[in-house]
Nanobody
Framework: QVQVGESGGGLVQAGEPLRLSCAVS????????MGWFRQAPGKEREFVAG????????YYEDFAKGRFTISRDNGENTVYLQMNTLKPEDTAVYYC????????????????????WGQGTQVTVSS
């Protein structure tokens, strides 16, 4: 079994940074593409950023480009989401997800591609 757990959420003021972490444990011998999604109150869950298993490729939703950076440390089985210049509209529960893949450079951008999900961490940005 695989467990995915997020941490690092909290309350920040607009313009401040925040870094989320996501630890993958369990059957970590498999190769996982990783992604971050978010869900604001009353809205559907949306893709934020994804990173390939090898870490060489990343992809961002438009609102995240230039402000957010996804990275990973495969030795620590951890993925990060560095969020800069946060805005009130970034307020949401942020979810980390892992998807098994045999392709080192593959990035997953849709929810259905991912196999394992964390419980989410709340990010609140005050104006």
């Amino acid at each position: 079994q695989v467990q995915v757990g997020e941490s690092g959420g909290g309350l920040v003021q607009a313009g401040e940074p925040l870094r989320l972490s996501c630890a993958v444990s369990g059957r970590t011998s498999s190769n996982y593409a990783m992604g971050w999604f978010r869900q604001a109150p009353g809205k559907e869950r949306e893709f934020v950023a994804g990173i390939s298993w090898s870490g060489e490729k990343t992809y961002y939703e438009d609102f995240a480009k230039g402000r957010f950076t996804i990275s990973r440390d495969n030795g620590e089985n951890t993925v990060y989401l560095q969020m800069n210049t946060l805005k009130p509209e970034d307020t949401a529960v942020y979810y980390c997800a892992a998807g098994e893949t045999g392709v080192a450079s593959w990035i997953m951008t849709t929810m259905g591609e991912y196999d394992y999900w964390g419980q989410g961490t709340q990010v609140t940005v005050s104006s």
